[in-house]
Nanobody, 125 residues
Framework: QVQLVESGGDSVQAGGSVRLSCVAS???????????MAWFRQAPGKEREKVAR???????MYTDAVKGRFTISRDNTKNTLYLQMNSLEPEDTAMYYC????????????????WGQGTQVTVSS
């Protein structure tokens, strides 16, 4: 079993920045670098949407709405995933979730094996 714990959520003004972290607590034999890691978000009354993902080869991919503003990265020595969010907009307000999936990445929440409890980001205008 893998436990994912997100942190870093905050309330900021539009144009501000927030950095999210997600630490994976793993069992013996778990190889963090073998897992695709992703961030999804869900705003009240809206569908969950993918935000960014980073594969086992460290290739990042972003949804169009965050390209150029968000940066996903991972530190395999610390079993930690990051999401640097700059130029935040009120539309970015949501609960942000960290997810992991063995092997290839996916755009679909249901394809991921593990996810955390989420961290709230609120952006005011």
């Amino acid at each position: 079993q893998v436990q994912l714990v997100e942190s870093g959520g905050d309330s900021v003004q539009a144009g501000g920045s927030v950095r999210l972290s997600c630490v994976a607590s793993t069992y013996s034999g778990f190889i963090y670098s073998s897992y695709c890691m992703a961030w999804f978000r869900q705003a009240p009354g809206k569908e969950r949407e993918k935000v960014a993902r980073i594969g086992t080869d460290n290739t990042p991919m972003y949804t169009d709405a965050v390209k150029g503003r968000f940066t996903i990265s991972r530190d395999n020595t610390k079993n930690t995933l990051y999401l640097q969010m700059n130029s935040l907009e009120p539309e970015d307000t949501a609960m942000y979730y960290c997810l992991s999936k063995y092997g290839l990445c996916s755009d679909y929440w249901d394809s991921y094996n593990f996810w955390g409890q989420g961290t709230q980001v609120t952006v005011s205008s």
